[in-house]
């Protein structure tokens, strides 16, 4: 059984990232026709010049006042319509609890929680008539904590409950879905590593990256396409009895 999107018009977020353009690849190879943004700093031209035709670069910061309604109403106008979502836009920080501060916990739930709730607000919205899909990108940081990285944990957990917020709130025609990541080599994971290499010495974050990985019943880290994979499928027709769910894409790491 395949995936087959022929026809369906995606929007994702983050498209020019690690996930995110991992997403918009196995979307085109589906046969959907995608907008992707980003932020301004030259990275969606790049992205959209690799992707090809079938993919329409935007660019905007998710947290400027008035910016993710103007995301979805362009995805709209370019797209003909949207008949899907895929929340891949965020950031992550990793420092210990006790020195995290406000203006970083705010930036960090600005990004990861409230832009990517009023782009899916404004995407179902336009979706709730003739249907449609959200799948947001949350992390396995939600199940269990982090203390190195409290902002990012709180913000991924917040999205599992907004999920399940979404799938109530505009079912039955418009399902919602979260996908749990555990490591997965990104850049934003070589930032983790270099992040504890600063604060534990050189080869800590190696180390770290061995033990997490080593932890997991499958015994190493994922790859963006195994991500992108499930993300796929809760997008399609074969997920359609699959709604308010957060999947682990882990390994095994998490279980729960």
């Keep these: 059984m395949s995936v087959d999107l022929e026809g369906r018009r995606v929007l994702v977020t983050g498209g020019a990232g690690g996930l995110g353009s991992a997403c918009v690849r196995a979307l085109l190879g589906a046969g959907a026709r995608v907008a992707f943004c980003d932020v301004p700093d030259g990275r969606v031209r790049d992205a959209a010049d690799a992707f090809g035709p079938a993919a329409v670069g ?3 910061d998710l947290t400027a006042a008035g910016e993710p309604a103007r995301v979805v109403e362009e995805s709209n106008r370019v797209l003909g319509g949207v008949d899907a979502l895929v929340n891949c836009a965020g950031i992550m920080e990793t420092v210990p609890l006790r020195d995290v501060h406000e203006d970083a916990w705010r930036r960090v739930l600005d990004v990861n929680l409230t832009a990517t709730f009023l782009v899916t607000q404004a995407a179902a919205n336009a979706m709730r008539d003739d249907g449609g899909a959200v799948v947001t990108l949350a992390s396995v940081a939600a199940r269990s904590g982090r203390p190195h990285a409290v902002h990012y944990a709180a913000s991924k957990a917040a999205l599992l ?20 990541p555990g490591v997965v080599r990104t850049p934003m994971w070589d930032g983790i590593i270099a992040d504890r290499a600063r604060e534990f010495g050189e080869g800590a974050g190696e180390a770290y990256l061995r033990d997490v990985t080593s932890s997991a019943p499958l015994g190493r880290a994922g790859v963006p396409e195994e991500v992108a994979s499930v993300v796929l499928f809760l997008v399609s027709d074969l ?7 957060a999947i682990n894409v882990d390994g095994g790491l998490e279980m729960d």
Excluded at 169 to 180: D, E, H, I, L, S
Aim: charged share 10%; glycine share 6%.
């Design 58 to 60: 935007l660019e905007s």
């Design 161 to 180: 409950s907004m999920t399940k917020s979404v799938a109530l709130a505009y079912g039955p025609t418009v399902r919602a879905n979260a996908v749990c």
């Design 239 to 245: 997920a359609a009895y699959v709604t308010g769910q």
